[in-house]
């Protein structure tokens, strides 16, 4: 997509995926049958998907004065990402995580150990005005009070940015105060459970009710809900919109939530309907668990044309 700029603020990780025959009880032990290293971290692989869609995405993250953190640089600029703005934090380790994937397919389970490293912080250098500029950036920093300050300068300093914001790190918040950050934002995207504990509701259609009345008088214009087998939900201020998810032989979920909000990232710059961008995100979302790990199995843009030529096509419910 030439010309279609997406800036994102975020994290980048060193991911070990241990592949174990089963999930064990408390005192029991489980086989390893493979191990796999690779670059993670939710803001990285969001922009290596966007990358491989033809998109050009900057990353402003941090990473350890490591050799981790120095392959991460290389892979992610191997991967077409600008990383002018990945910076070195000295004497800090990367950040790392080892997920723990037990089972197979999608019945598999996931546990994520997060060793956290080096990531942006207040004080930081942050390219604010280059960055806002771009056609829609991306806020996924994981330490609440940076990410207020960005959002609260774009109101401010850039009201025609465009901010999309993941749920994920909301939810170490207190649900009012992470509810409320997450409306900050002209989208948001994340999954059924972030939507529940945010906004207090026992399951997903009470969720949704508790969001679409709040974003009547919010800054959100748009949220993607993921939902597991289930499809995903697409909610503006006026419609609620249920895309049916793709039936696909799953080799590991890790990333896919990433995978999925780098195709509402794309359909948002790319002013596509509220089915279009349904259909096309749960492809990517789909497409990237064909192989191990959050990067390897990420598609390029001719892959999900076919593969949605290809598939049947079920009317979303609105």
Request: net charge negative; proline share 5%.
């Amino acid at each position: 997509m030439t010309g279609v700029r997406v800036a994102a603020f975020g994290l980048t990780s060193w991911d070990e995926l241990l592949f174990t025959d089963r999930h064990p009880a408390p005192g029991d032990y489980a086989i390893v049958h493979r191990a796999v290293e690779q670059p993670g971290g939710t803001t990285a692989n969001l922009a290596v998907a966007l990358a491989r869609l033809g998109v050009h995405v900057s990353l402003a993250a941090m990473v350890g004065d490591d050799a981790e953190g120095r392959r991460l640089r290389e892979e992610l600029a191997a991967a077409g990402v600008d990383i002018r703005h990945v910076r070195t934090r000295a004497s800090e380790p990367t950040d790392r995580s080892t997920i723990i994937v037990a089972g197979e397919g999608a019945a598999a389970d996931r546990t994520i150990v997060w060793r956290r490293g080096a990531r942006l912080r207040r004080g930081d250098h942050l390219p604010i005005e280059e960055f806002f500029a771009y056609d829609l950036v991306v806020v996924d920093v994981d330490d609440p009070r940076l990410r207020r300050l960005i959002v609260d300068l774009s109101m401010h300093v850039s009201p025609r940015t465009r901010l999309l914001g993941p749920l994920v790190y909301l939810t170490t918040l207190d649900p009012a105060t992470g509810l409320d950050l997450a409306l900050r934002h002209d989208y948001v995207v994340g999954n059924a459970t972030e939507l529940c504990y945010l906004t207090g509701a026992p399951d997903l259609p009470a969720a949704l009710a508790v969001l679409r009345e709040e974003m009547i008088l919010s800054q959100t214009r748009l949220a993607a809900i993921t939902c597991g087998a289930d499809g995903c939900v697409l909610v503006d201020r006026d419609r609620v919109v249920t895309v049916p998810a793709f039936d696909v032989e799953v080799v590991d979920p890790t990333g896919a939530g990433d995978a999925f909000a780098a195709g509402l990232a794309l359909g948002i710059v790319s002013r596509w309907d509220l089915a279009q961008i349904g259909r096309f995100a749960n492809a990517m979302g789909a497409l990237a668990t064909r192989c191990p790990g959050a990067q390897a199995g990420l598609p390029r843009r001719g892959e999900v044309e076919r593969f949605l030529a290809a598939a049947p096509v079920r009317e979303p419910v609105r």
